[in-house]
């Protein structure tokens, strides 16, 4: 699909975003740097074949011409740093991936980046899954929190926050107002709702991929991100490359990571 889309001479991308990349290895079902709760220790996957394989498909999207290329707009996006989207609309992006809260501004705003929502111009769909692999639908999970400073006057307000955000998943009250939000104020179509509905569900089963981002430490963290965002690059690499850049400095930098668990385990 994305290659009978493209067309580079009439700037037809399949592909446009900052996250396609990251999201297409990640649902390959692990990520690049993993912890392994048997051995206690964080581990590098550059050799799992289901990494190769996401990583392939980047490739031949890459050199089939389906991705924005970036790299010739000053690092852009097709609408610049502003506002994503853009391309959607006017039938020049197929695959545009980002998290639902893109959606839902007005619908006046929303309409002029997606195209006119109530109407059907905007849809939503699963990243694909791993062709080899077992079947399911692999999704990104991040721990998450809250700081605080020390001294802050208000201290309830964060415990607030806190909370709301788990009834906005636990209530099934909360759950019905934003779901009322979705079809009265944002005008999401059934059709949208629907596929809305089946997302989320294999979104929240049980096949997720733990990413610790810039919790791995800056070293660690530099390295994945050099091997998950290949989309961005100037150049296809295929993952043969890519391991030979980055496997020595990945070792090492792992290495020094499980030192530091290790010494603060101790």
Partial sequence: MCIDFSDADDDRYALDGWAYDNAIMESSGTDVVTYDTELGQFVSNLDDPRLERAANLIYELKKNDCIYPVWNNGWQLRGGQ??????????????????????????????????????????????????EGDGNHYVTVKTSGYVIVEGAQNPEGVALLASCDRFKILDPTVVS?????????????????????????????????VVYDAGLGDKVDAVVNSCKELGRLATASTWAQVKEANEEKMDYYVGLLNEDVDASNS
């Fill in 82 to 131: 502003e506002i994503e989207g853009v391309g959607i609309k006017e039938g020049l992006t197929l695959f545009w991936l980002r998290g639902t809260w893109a959606f839902t501004g007005t619908v006046e705003e929303m309409s002029q980046i997606w195209g006119d929502i109530s109407e059907g111009e905007l849809m939503f769909c699963p990243l694909p899954r791993d062709s």
């Fill in 177 to 209: 107002v934003d779901r009322k939000q979705l079809e009265e104020i944002y005008l999401w179509t059934d059709e949208m709702l629907e596929m809305y509905d089946h997302v989320h569900d294999l979104a929240n089963g049980d096949y997720t991929v």
